[in-house]
């Protein structure tokens, strides 16, 4: 019989050894993740090639040790927020807001919404996984009648209940008031919390948790799984400047104390701002299997092919790996750089290694999504569609 997965949840960090014992029955399979919500009735979203399944099923509480005495670089930035029971955090950049745990995740439509592309069933509502970036495919979709700011662009029969977290210093963001907006059955919330604005699309059957949604955001230094809202990684790198962490040493750590592995994915938006895009947890089988790859990966970075790009070391997006002790300590910290031309591979303190199946594209899953890549290295990470 196959090993199974660990379950996925939003449970809180200091329930670490507890859960660890508690949830250990609890199993849930590895799923296609959908990426587009179409129509209401059916409820269907499309899945990209490239935006495909989880490597594993993450585990189902934040790992941080939050009694552990402060040891430099490795440490997060501080508490990730509590989550209520029944609920799951959601982060991007420095906003964290609360939904409901049955609440599923999806890329929110957008000018291409009548593409013909696969589709991926999803029942219920959702929360948006683009926030800013992600692609849209280049079709001609048909105009649809006036609506207010925030609602569409697609057919109002093809809404869904959803919340987006929009960074509003996005060139491509259209201003929404904030407060709340009706049309027809539906309602729209805005409220702007620093540069992100929570914009929550509601109907009948979700406007009994749509104020508690929109007032639980708040702002905080450490996402609702652990990871730090703003990283050095998110530095665009240059061919004599590398972006790598000040300390860690993945090769030095022992798979078998590996109990979990915190996955941040970030924009590169310069390091000084926040720029958390989304994070996910995995739990010890997976990532006792990424350290494992990494380890024995050849030591030369890349694939690189800078010949297909004007500007090889060009990045949009990085991933930032925390191998986490039984504690739920970081044991070490890898950069991955996945996306670009040149300078791709897996960082530490000390050491770059190459680029692998096992090494990247297992990294994504959850609301941790491949969005774009070049060449090899994007083969080798864009996860498998199964």
Known sequence: MSQQPEPEDGRAADAFRAALCRRADE???????????????????????????????????????????????????????????????????DVVVQVPEEWGDASAPGPDWCADVPRDRIDGPYVDLRGSGGFFLTVGCAQQSPVPAGFGP??????????????????????????????????????????????????????????????????????????????????????????????????????????GLLVCQYDRVGADQPGLRAERLAGAAAARAWLGAVQDAPRTGGPDQPQNCMEPWDSTMTLAVHPLGVDGSRLATGFVAYDACAGNGVRDATTTWQLTRETCAALFGARVRFWSGNGEAGARCAPSYE
Not at 60 to 87: S, T
Not at 185 to 193: E, F, G, P, Q, V
Not at 225 to 245: I, M, N
């Open 154 to 259: 697609d057919p109002q029969e093809q809404w869904v209940p959803h919340l987006r977290l929009v960074d509003l210093t996005s060139a491509d963001v259209k201003d929404v008031p904030d407060g709340t907006t009706t049309f027809g059955d539906w309602t729209l919330r805005a409220r702007t919390i620093g540069e992100v604005q929570v914009r929550l699309l509601s109907d009948a059957s979700t406007e009994d948790v749509a104020d508690d949604i929109v007032a639980s955001a708040q702002t905080s230094d450490t996402g609702a799984l652990g990871c730090d809202t703003t990283s050095p990684a998110q530095e665009q790198p240059r061919e004599d400047r590398p972006v790598a962490p000040a300390e860690g040493d993945l090769a030095a750590v022992d798979p078998d104390e590996v109990q």
């Open 27 to 93: 199993v849930a399979p590895d799923v296609a993740l959908p990426t587009r919500p179409a129509r209401r009735s059916g409820r269907w979203v499309a899945a990209g090639a490239a935006l495909a399944v989880a490597a594993s099923a993450v585990v189902g509480f934040a790992l941080v040790n939050r009694d552990r005495a402060a040891d430099g670089a490795l440490d997060p930035a501080g508490d990730p927020p509590a989550i209520a029971e029944g609920w799951r955090g959601v982060s991007f950049r």
